[in-house]
């Protein structure tokens, strides 16, 4: 495939730009991939006609053009597990459903483990995965080493490969192309998709939103979903709902474009997670900065950090350059799982908290929130993600088993 | 095009060969390697990445679309180089490459380092602007570091026709590069991009130290350096970037943006035959100037403006050049290769062509500020109709933009907006030296720039004028994108992958914005283009990890005794950056009969360990026992000194979070241990809440891991192995209790003796000062010969802590465990607050099938189950199947003589006597839930 032949698989038409409708049924606010894809399973899965979303930028100005595409589904707890296979079931179907060329491409997510500890941890989310009907596999540092030729195995390494699980399953998709299939197969089914057009208010009558202030009017809404990722925050507290999200800049980074010579997508907790592209450009991810922050920016030692991680795994990648550099802002819960579900005001639903993990939730999270806002409860897969799961301390914990070592 | 037989900024003396695509061509050292491909004729230096099209050098600088080739050899091959930035060398290998760079296996010889550097002023770009910035605040005192890409300075001086003072340019650029040479505090850095803008006037740069001399030139110098420059000003005197023009096929070789031939004309002595000059603005007029001076035929200037009124343009009239306004470009043809011809040339207004020979055709769109580093710090643009393009709004905090960057083009402007820039960063910063007068050069009157950036395809087929010259992408590809009903140039950068190639867009960006505008009558100035980010230009990985390579990606930890352990030939273990002993494996013993070994001897004689990884805060002042009672679940306040404590901390969330040994040396002084693991983590825990939370508490601390070497003398024979090296401390069970801690003296070295144990067992924990843990050590061993002590290592340790039921927190535990959870129920405290009390009153900590910790013995005495395996009920289920658990520790048990362990199940010791399975690919063998712990289940022999 030559660089430019996937732009070439846009289609002649993708959406109508309307102005907004006095009303509507169902008024997602948040065009990222979460919004349209919401959207996009209200109409088809619960064939509710009169659906908007409202963005206040352009569809996909968020995480959903900053993020590394990585798709698996071998989350430890039983909960994520269930929701996530969920979620790449949906996207083994959808480039058909959808009928887009997606690139999603299932060449393996395989996770380096570099001593006994992390050996340990990745035995146990294998284990787990496995019992819960996710495919996951153990390499050890040889079968790492046939799987992706160009890590480095030797024994001389300052943190050796020990091994690592591979979730074959796993995978990459092409970000711009979702953002762009799913907005065409909502449009198709009637939704409107309404850009720049920003929420300053929420009408709420008796504990009951109505309707919705935005940039271009009032717009009265039967049900109200949230989908703002880092904004939620502020667009719940408009409705005086307090959402426990702390946002943090997550920096990726893409190469210039290079021969093929990853054939997966490798990850480890140096710090570290890369794939290539079909294009051919390596894109990396890192670790979050360690603050609190709404600045598409992050720190620079984070990058530094990050290529010293890499080339201990990937020497070759050495003078590879490093063309673009940019931070998305993940939203993070105190548990790391998100929050899908519904709020202490009636038909006001909430879907944030993906955190570092929302673009291969996409096409579940909309399937999962469509159903809860159709049928003003959540689905089975989502009732664990609740909001007041803060206040039971049922919580979700997705931080990753903790790194101590004795 | 051709080399003239004098003149240009090269050494002629040194010719210099070079491989093209294999073949030996050969150029003058000052040569770019564009433009020693162009001196030998090599047009088409590569091919475009969508439709295959032939392309060939299209500029001098930055602006550069095209030639982007492989560099170098073996394992310093590095792709996708921009041409028109390497200079040549003698020998230097380069390709020509089909779309994709090339990266090698083989080791790479070349180092990257990295320096930090603080300056008072930093000046980004070393042509007029930025030398005249530089000189007044260098002469003001004031700490300068200037940077440009170009092996010298000058900039744009360099390749243009200039008179400062009445002098060639040249003159005063040596004079200035003189004059801030002799100033001490100014640091010139040549070869010196600065590529990413960072908050707080962070501004990191890439120099190459060695990439421009022959590769055996070399050795022993750094590839490239990178710099982390932090500044109280700076000053971005980046230029501006001459920007093409959209017509049927524009992307031809021999087209070229006007400034490159004059660069390749001053600079490198190239000249064509015959030109078409094509322009909408005064600068090009240069070129018309300049190439007919050196003897090129100028085929035609086409001025796209109704009217040239400017300065340049009334002199090109009264030199008799014939100037066509209202005139533009309309398609090119070029031979059988696809080089350029001809040019179609036609009245904008419509009308009829006719066609123009000519061998290079010099565009000129306009010129656009260089603002890159300027928008990675968010600042802002604005369109500038006179100028046509988008000029710096208010410049970031400390930061000043300044002469072309700032639309500023003429000289004189350039040279008076340098200074006084200099000038006003250094007086900011209370520097006040000499003054020198600024430099003069007569700036013509500018007229105003067309707006003109598309000409219409007269057989309306916009599929061969290109708007992204390097990704391909053609007027018509963002028609198409209109139609599809994009609208946002975010958009349409992504449905056309405009602005996406390794130059990201440069020379693309602003005719995109103006294509989407014009396609949907939006004004311009809304649509707007895609900003910078960083880098500004493409760095390899290698220059950010520098020199984190290697062993020294992260520093090896490693303890005192760390040399007893190499050379009692332990197997090591990673345990974050240390290095622990994992077991000591005696000749022909594997780790299993090691390990065996080494629990016996801690079991039924003596034997000792380094524990000198554990971390250590020294704990002071008044509010010191109130500060430890809040952070532990369990009370601290009541310990007696001379007393130690098991503690147990959680996070806010009620999670165990880690655990230690509290000892009390004074009424107001503590000496806590943390694990290995959490040595920072807890110290920052502790700074935290002192800091933030209560500040009003009288309490400091010290992280003194590394002030105290440890070692557990362990097992029934230690008292014995123990006594004689101490004096006048008595280590009867009476006088010296479990859990209490004596300074004294042993082995002759001042010491902490505590009575801890994590095996089980007796135990005599000793600690001394860091360099005094060899000796100690040696003194130990020495001393229990007799007994036969033995050296075990975290294997066995791991294996006596499980048989005794202790958790490691963060493998028998994890972020959702409590302290509970783990069986530690008896640590919480009631009567008292502590961090993340409040939690584990949730409805969900109280419940009663939450997961607790149980120990498992398999069915199969000689099976261990392995660690991280999930427990079922039933062993036949479909997946998704109901887990109940998980395995955290599992062994061979020498004290049971079976295999055993702990796992964490739901119920927790309710199960207590259940069968459950731990399915995995091949079978799932069965497990008895049992009491945690294995040994010594009243404790006897750890008091003893």
Known sequence: MHPNEHALHNPEFLWRNPDPKPSYDVVIVGGGLHGLSTAYHLARNHGIKRVAVVERGWLGNGNAVRNTTIIRSNYLRDESAALYEHCLKLWEVWTEELDYEILFSQRGVLTLNHNLHEVREGHRGMYSNQLNGVDSEWLDAQAVKEFCPIVNTSADLRYPVAGGTLQRRGGIARHDAVVFALARAADRLGVDLIQGCEVTGFDIQRGRVTGLVTTKGRIGAGKVGLVGAGRTPLLARMAGIEVPLQSAPLQALVSDIVEPMLPCVVSNALHVYVSQAHKGELVMGAGRDPYTSYAQRGSFHILEDQMAAALQVFPIFGRVHLLRTWAGIVDVTPDASPIVGITPVEELYLNCGWGTGGFKATPGSGWVFAHTIAHGAPHALNAAFSLDRFETGALIDEHGASVAVH | ?944
């Not at chain 2, 070229?256 to 064509?272: E, I, K, N, Q, V």
């Not at chain 2, 209202?326 to 419509?350: H, K, N, P, S």
């Not at chain 2, 003054?435 to 013509?444: L, T």
């Not at chain 2, 105290?708 to 090296?725: F, S």
Request: aromatic share 6%; proline share 6%.
């Open chain 2, 1 to 944: 095009m051709k080399r003239r037989p004098s003149g240009g900024l090269l050494d002629r003396d040194r010719a210099l060969r070079f491989s093209w695509d294999g073949r030996t061509l050969s150029g003058f050292a000052g040569d770019t390697l564009a433009s020693a491909l162009l001196g030998n004729n090599v047009s088409t230096v590569g091919r475009s990445v969508a439709q295959g099209r032939p392309r060939g050098v299209m500029s001098a600088g930055l602006e550069e679309a095209h030639a982007f080739a492989q560099i170098g050899e073996g394992g310093a091959t590095e792709p996708l180089v921009r041409s028109t930035g390497v200079e040549l060398y003698e020998g230097l290998v380069a390709r020509s490459l089909s779309i994709r760079g090339v990266l090698s296996p083989e080791t790479d010889s070349g180092r990257f380092e990295k320096r930090y550097a603080h300056a008072d002023v930093m000046v980004v770009g070393g042509g007029p602007t930025g030398i005249a910035a530089a000189l007044a605040a260098g002469l003001q005192g004031a700490r300068v570091v200037i940077a440009d890409e170009g092996p010298e300075l000058g900039g744009a001086l360099l390749r243009d026709r200039y008179l400062i003072d009445g002098r060639p340019a040249a003159e005063w650029v040596r004079a200035a590069g003189l004059m801030l040479a002799g100033l001490p505090e100014v640091r010139v850095l040549p070869r010196t991009t600065a590529f990413a803008a960072l908050d707080q006037n962070g501004i990191v740069l890439a120099e190459r130290v060695s990439q421009h001399l022959p590769i055996a030139d070399r050795s022993g110098l750094a590839d490239r350096r990178l710099w982390r420059v932090r500044a109280k000003q700076v000053i971005l005197a980046t230029g501006a970037l001459e920007r093409p023009l959209v017509f049927p096929d524009n992307d031809r070789p021999g087209i070229m943006l006007a400034s490159a031939a004059r660069a390749y004309l001053h600079r490198f002595a190239l000249t064509p035959e015959r030109i078409v000059v094509f322009a909408t603005n005064d600068d090009a007029y240069r070129t018309v100037f300049d190439l007919h001076d050196a003897g090129v035929v100028i085929a035609a200037v086409l001025d796209a403006r109704d009217e040239a009124t400017g300065g340049l343009p009334r002199k090109a009239r009264q030199a008799g050049f014939e100037i066509e306004t209202g005139a533009v470009v309309t398609g090119t043809i070029g031979d059988q290769d696809g080089v350029l011809q001809a040019v179609r040339v036609a009245r904008l207004a419509g009308g009829g062509e006719r066609l123009v020979p000519c061998d290079l055709l010099a565009v000129s769109g306009g010129w656009d500020p260089n603002l890159n580093l300027h928008q990675q710090r968010r600042g802002a643009t604005r369109w500038d109709d006179r100028l046509a393009t988008f000029l710096p709004g208010a410049a970031v905090p400390m930061q000043t933009i300044v002469g072309a960057a700032n639309g500023r083009y003429g000289l004189n402007d350039c040279l008076v907006g340098g200074r006084e820039a200099g000038l006003a960063a250094a007086a900011a910063l209370g520097f006040a030296g000499t003054v020198v007068p600024a430099p003069s050069a007569g700036d013509e009157a500018e007229g105003e720039h067309a707006s003109v950036w598309h000409i219409t395809a007269p057989d309306g087929d916009e599929s061969r004028s290109f708007i992204d010259l390097h990704r391909d992408v053609t007027v018509a590809g963002v028609t198409r994108a209109l139609g599809a009903g994009v609208r946002h140039v975010e958009h349409v950068k992504r449905y056309t992958l405009i602005g996406t190639g390794v130059e990201q867009g440069r020379s693309a960006k602003v005719n995109a914005g103006r294509a989407v505008a014009g396609g949907i009558g939006l004004d311009f100035a809304q649509v707007g283009v895609s900003s910078g980010r960083p880098p500004a230009e493409p760095v390899p990985f290698a220059l950010l990890a520098a020199r984190s390579r290697g062993a020294l990606f992260e520093p090896v930890r490693t303890t005192p005794i760390h040399p007893a352990h190499v050379a009692l030939g332990a197997v090591f273990e990673d345990a974050g950056q240390w290095k622990r002993a994992r077991y000591y494996p005696r000749p022909g013993e594997g780790m299993s009969e090691a390990v065996v070994r080494e629990c016996l001897a801690v079991r039924n004689g003596v034997a000792l360990m380094d524990a000198s990884t554990l971390g250590k805060i020294d704990v002071q002042g008044p509010d010191s026992a109130k500060f430890l009672d809040r952070l532990y679940t369990n009370r601290i306040g009541t310990l007696k000194p001379g007393r130690a404590r098991y503690g147990l901390m959680c996070r806010l969330d009620g999670v165990v979070f880690d655990d230690g040994v509290v000892m009390r040396l004074e009424p107001n002084r503590f000496f806590v241990t943390t694990t290995t693991g959490n040595a920072g983590p807890v110290m920052e825990w502790m700074e935290q809440h002192l800091q933030t939370e209560w500040p009003d508490l009288r309490v400091w601390l010290t992280s003194v891991t590394e002030q105290w070497a440890t070692v557990p003398l362990v097992g029934p024979r230690a008292r014995e192995v123990l006594a004689p090296l101490v004096v006048g401390m008595d280590l009867s069970k009476e006088a010296f209790p479990f859990m209490a801690v004596k300074d004294g003296v042993v082995a002759g070295l001042p010491a902490r003796v505590a009575r801890v144990s994590f095996s089980g067992e007796l135990a005599f924990e000793v600690s001394v000062a860091w360099d005094q843990g060899l000796a100690l050590w040696d003194a130990l061993l020495d001393a229990g010969s007799a007994y036969a002590i033995t050296p075990y290592g975290t294997e066995a340790l791991d294996v006596l802590r499980t048989e005794k039921g202790y958790i490691i927190v963060g493998q028998d535990t994890d972020a959702t465990t409590t302290p509970a959870d783990a069986g530690l129920e008896w640590m919480i405290a009631q009567d008292k607050d502590f961090l993340g009390k409040r939690s584990l009153e949730r409805p969900a900590m109280q419940r009663t099938d939450r997961k607790g910790l149980v120990g498992i013995l398999p069915d199969d005495p000689g099976v261990v189950v392995p660690e991280g395996c999930h427990l079922v009920a039933d062993p036949n289920e479909a997946t998704p199947m109901t887990i109940l658990g998980h395995i955290t520790s599992s062994f061979v048990s020498p004290s049971i003589r079976r295999s055993f362990g702990l796992a964490m199940v739901t119920g927790g010791r309710a199960r207590v006597g259940q069968r459950l399975y731990a399915p995995m690919m091949n079978g799932a063998p069965a497990v008895t839930i049992v009491d945690p712990v294995f040994y010594d289940p009243k404790g006897a022999r750890r008091d003893g």
